[in-house]
């Protein structure tokens, strides 16, 4: 998708269109789903999602969004579920490793984020996304030497992407923002690595 054709109110005209002729379609209620979340309109995405699974409860992908939906809800133990749902269905995904351990900062478990991206970087090794859960993890425990470490060999793999990377990391969003999501990105593990060093 391109910059073109990124219209969030005219896909979800579609998709609405298309469920008003066949109610029973496989697919409008998971892209609804993602729309909403990408408006921040967690209730109505829930809403969605949760029909999806209902009627196509082996489209795990679903279990992905649903996830994304609760976390940022702050329904943390139902986003944790929902993810550990989608890892039984695809392990090696590195970034349902990253944002269940997000979900597990964000509720203060930093045991279950550390083990969980360190679970990732198994099979994503070098992953600046893993890499930095894993730092913040470490950071938060009290372990600044080795929050530190991380920290750099995670700057060291996120200098290596393009926006194209950012892009395929994040296929939702506005492809025109990639250039400063990475950005923002490359800053935050910069101040993250700051945090680390003792002064």
Same mark, same amino acid.
């Given at each position: ?54 009627? *196509?409860?082996? *489209?795990? &992908? ?5 996830? +994304? ?16 749902? *989608? ?8 970034? @349902? ?8 900062f964000q509720a203060g478990d930093y045991e279950n984020a550390l083990k969980v991206s360190e679970e990732g970087l198994k099979w994503s090794p070098g992953n600046p996304w893993l890499l930095n859960s894993s730092g ?10 080795? @929050? ?7 700057? @060291? ?20 923002? @990639? ?7 490359? +800053?935050?593990?910069? &101040? ?8």
């Open positions: 998708m391109d910059s073109q054709t990124y219209d969030l109110a005219k896909a979800q005209t579609l998709y609405e269109w298309a469920l008003g002729i066949y109610p029973q379609a496989e697919g409008p209620h998971y892209q609804l789903a993602r729309i909403y979340f990408l408006k921040a309109g967690f209730s109505r995405a829930l809403n969605e999602i949760n029909t999806e699974i209902k009627n *196509f409860p082996d *489209f795990k &992908r679903s279990y992905y969004v649903r996830g +994304l939906i609760n976390g940022y809800a702050k329904n943390f133990s139902e986003a944790a579920a929902d993810f550990q749902e *989608f890892l039984k269905w695809d392990p090696k995904s590195w970034a @349902a490793h990253n944002d269940l351990a997000w979900v597990y913040v993890a470490l950071l938060n425990l009290g372990k600044k030497k080795e @929050a530190e470490a991380i920290f750099a060999e995670a700057l @060291a793999a996120v200098q290596k992407l393009s926006p194209d990377d950012w892009k395929k990391a994040y296929p939702g969003n506005d492809p025109d923002i @990639a250039s400063g999501g990475l950005e923002n990105m490359i +800053l935050t593990i910069k &101040r993250n690595q700051e945090l680390s060093v003792d002064n």
